[in-house]
């Protein structure tokens, strides 16, 4: 057809919604829908993710910022990016944990970074008006965890939690503070050299040495010093960050006193371990510090010929368990999981190259109609699974 025929054509199609006032009202309220609609995708997707936390918490007189069970350093300097985008819209905060901070280093990240974190046991206990969850996607660790439905929350970790009105969760990033040094970058702020800390003006968005120092070692810490499980945004965000670290602070976090038990069951773990061919499993007996446990399977992996272990401990009735990787054929949360799945009040996850887990001795030696299995009949199940077989 040609170009002459074309618009009378195109009229006469139009004429019935011409004619009739209610299809051409529909007809433009659909047309305004779309444009609304296309407007609203436009601007989420040019709203920055950090934006859209500060508005969550620009909501709130007070949040509590929940950290998981014992915190780590990469959970703990969450915590303290979340308080200051906080403070930057007025909002109060209270940085929450329930377990215990007891690994040597995560303690002294504590002290040295002159945190404020409180213990808590119940969700009676969480002192905010809403709860952020930063390093973990679902509350748990305290009586009453399952009640609690966080308002935001930002992980890397696998689980499929969210926030009901924020959710940033990075399965391929290697650590949670790479998540927050972004946001400081999306929100142009500036890491600030501790030594000009004093010349600085009202108003000026900086973030403080103790907090990118934090961040720091959150992420050299979760990725073992940028050489495990890193991507592109942990080297991205050490760069951004490394202007305001205190090189001072970082070497007193890096390199507390050990305690002596630490010491005593890496030794353990190393003289009683069972090798079959390039796989190890050390049971340590009974710890008074579990936070051992992971230190000694560290430990373990640094050895000549070892490309999987697990460490397993008792403390309390409860045996821990950690387990490290560096074979791509053991995936280690999933080798934890499998062999404590028909175990009843057991627990076990984790990467493939890092996992952990706990079950008790009772329900593992057969409380109740189970037939259970022993310490030495556990330990085979281990090999077996890292072999793939179960």
Request: net charge negative.
């Amino acid at each position: 057809m040609d170009a002459g025929g074309w618009r009378p054509l195109q009229l006469e199609r139009l004429r019935p919604l011409l004619e009739d006032p209610l299809l051409l009202a529909a007809a433009v309220a659909a047309i305004v829908v779309l444009l609304v609609v296309a407007w609203l995708v436009a601007r989420r997707l040019t709203r920055t993710t950090a934006r859209g936390l500060t508005r969550v918490l620009a909501q709130y007189d007070r949040v509590s910022v929940l950290m998981h069970p014992n915190p780590d350093p990469d959970a703990m300097s969450a915590a303290l990016a979340v308080d200051t985008l906080a403070e930057s819209v007025d909002t109060e905060t209270a940085l929450q944990y329930p377990g215990q901070i007891r690994h040597q280093e995560n303690r002294a990240f504590e002290t040295v970074l002159d945190t404020n974190f409180d213990r808590i046991e119940t969700s009676n206990e969480l002192d905010g008006e809403a709860v952020v969850l930063v390093d973990h996607n679902e509350p748990r660790g305290f009586s009453g965890a399952e009640s609690v439905e966080p308002v935001a929350v930002v992980d890397h970790h696998p689980g499929g939690g969210t926030g009901t009105d924020f959710t940033d969760v990075r399965h391929d990033t290697g650590a949670c503070a790479s998540i927050f040094a972004k946001y400081f970058q999306e929100l142009d702020w500036e890491p600030v050299d501790p030594n000009d800390m004093a010349n600085l003006e009202n108003g000026e968005k900086v973030l403080e040495p103790r907090v990118s120092t934090g961040l720091v070692y959150g992420i050299q810490s979760d990725t073992k010093s940028l050489t495990k499980g890193c991507s592109s945004a942990e080297f991205e965000a050490a760069e951004f960050l490394y202007p305001g670290v205190d090189q001072d602070r970082l070497d007193r976090i890096a390199n507390p006193q050990v305690d002596a038990e630490v010491l005593e069951v890496k030794a353990e773990a190393i003289t009683n371990r069972d090798v079959r061919k390039a796989f190890a499993v050390s049971d340590v007996g009974t710890v008074s510090n579990v936070d051992a446990i992971p230190q000694a399977a560290d430990e373990l992996l640094r050895l000549e010929g070892i490309t999987a272990v697990v460490v397993l401990g008792e403390k309390d009735g409860t045996i821990h368990l950690s387990g490290r990787s560096r074979d791509d054929r053991v995936h280690m949360g999933k080798t934890l999981r499998t062999v404590v799945e028909d175990i009843p009040m057991s627990g076990a996850g984790g990467h493939a190259r890092m996992g952990g887990g706990q079950l008790s001795i009772e329900h593992m030696e057969g409380l109740g109609p189970s037939t259970g299995t022993n310490r030495e009949e556990f330990k085979n199940k281990l090999f077996v699974a890292m072999k793939g077989d179960i």
